[in-house]
């Protein structure tokens, strides 16, 4: 399972998405997150699944790839389809168990709330497959440059994030040697009570944050070795520049936008 997840994995392709500029990207998926939870029609959630199989399709990322990275966040899933059955009141009662009561309304809320999920995982996901570290730091730098005005550190919280994002597959794969490795030696992950599964993982955990904090340190080290001061007066190999197709992305996802906005007023509910 671990090595299924894509959030913060590059997938190098020459696609009409991996050559738009980051910035367009990025506002891209702040504009898919928000039309998301905009939409609450049968209508809203037909357009959002339209543009988001439609981004995938221009981005040439396997689909099956976006597919695997669901397997890392079922249980997520499970937790909150339970919850939001169980917990949402409604007037019309579907099931009645002892104090259980399932409720149309509960059913609908967990089917929304599970298809926002997964949509929100997909698309941030697609972000990161199409753009590289580097370039993903340099469009929200870009993009936060006026907060600059007001002292806040920009270069430094998108060095940050970007190093993040770069860390998570790297992570994943000691995760999952350690593991192996622990396996070996007669650690048992998966059988037992959910209390000694808890236990089994402390050998997993411990050498798992000795290693981050020693690849922390290396990254730290390597940065002051190269004089690494911020990003004052520093330029880039690649400066960004917008393009004819940047402009057309923009007013895509203006279009979109205003679409969902029309949905949510006059689209109706969910039947």
Same mark, same amino acid.
């Given at each position: ?103 149309? =309304? ?49 270069? =430094? ?15 994943? =794969? ?49 940065? =002051? ?47």
């Amino acid at each position: 399972m671990l090595g299924e997840i894509t959030l913060g994995q590059y997938y190098p392709a020459d696609s009409v998405i991996h050559r738009l500029d980051p910035r367009v990207k990025f506002v891209g998926t702040l504009t898919f997150i928000v039309a998301l939870f905009l939409v609450k029609g049968f209508l809203g959630y037909v357009m959002v699944t339209l543009f988001l199989l439609g981004v995938i399709k221009a981005s040439t990322v396997p689909f099956g790839m976006m597919l695997r990275g669901m397997k890392a966040i079922i249980f997520i899933l499970l937790i909150t389809a339970v919850f939001n059955v169980f917990l949402t009141p409604g007037e019309i009662v579907l099931v009645k168990v002892w104090k259980l009561t399932i409720t149309r =309304e509960g059913v609908l809320q967990a089917v929304r709330m599970a298809v926002r999920l997964i949509y929100l995982v997909i698309g941030s996901s697609l972000m990161t497959l199409t753009t590289t570290p580097n370039s993903l730091t340099d469009g929200m730098e870009a993009l936060f440059s006026p907060l600059k005005v007001i002292h806040v550190p920009v270069h =430094e919280i998108a060095m940050m994030m970007s190093i993040a994002l770069r860390f998570i597959p790297i992570l994943t =794969e000691e995760t999952d040697r350690i593991m192996k490795a622990q396996i070996a030696r007669g650690a048992d992950f998966k059988t037992g009570s959910f209390i000694n599964r808890i236990k089994n993982m402390v050998p997993l955990l411990v050498p798992l944050f000795v290693s981050a904090f020693q690849r922390a340190n290396d990254l730290a080290m390597a940065m =002051e070795a190269r004089c690494y001061h911020g990003g004052e007066g520093r330029t880039r190999m690649k400066p960004l520049r917008y393009t004819a197709a940047d402009r057309v992305g923009y007013l895509v996802l203006a279009l979109f936008l205003a679409a969902a906005i029309l949905l949510r007023i006059f689209g109706g509910g969910w039947i």
